[in-house]
């Protein structure tokens, strides 16, 4: 019951919208930095965007200002919020919690595939 679960993956037009879950379980949620990241066909597995434990926020060049995360500590779940989807975002967005103090933990969900499609 240590794990993290992402959903809300599907197939959304160009500039359309879509927004992921991931719920975590058996971790003290609000000591860990929250991260989303992806994997398309053929290439490397990119972080996308984090969150720390403090609020702060970064992103990948290639989706500022159309992606955002954020995180509910009572939920115990991380958000990301994709708006104006491009053909280049298809790929499995995987959700990861690291841990750094008093020892390392690095936690990985099974992945939601996001579709962009006309």
């Known amino acids: 019951q240590v794990q993290l679960v992402e959903s809300g993956g599907g197939l959304v037009q160009p500039g359309g919208s879509l927004r992921l879950s991931c719920a975590a379980s058996?971790?003290?949620?609000?000591?860990?930095?929250m991260n989303w990241y992806r994997q398309a066909p053929g290439k490397q597995r990119e972080l996308v965007a984090a969150i720390t434990t403090g609020g702060s926020t970064n992103y990948v060049d290639s989706v500022k200002g159309r992606f955002t995360i954020s995180r509910d500590n009572a939920e115990m779940t991380v958000y990301l919020q994709m708006n104006s989807l491009k053909f280049e975002d298809t790929a499995v967005y995987y959700c990861?919690?690291?841990?750094?103090?008093?020892?390392?933990?690095?936690?990985w969900g099974q992945g939601t595939q996001v579709t962009v499609s006309a």
């Open positions: 990861n919690a690291v841990l750094d103090r008093p020892v390392r933990h690095d936690l």
């Open positions: 058996g971790i003290v949620f609000r000591l860990y930095t």
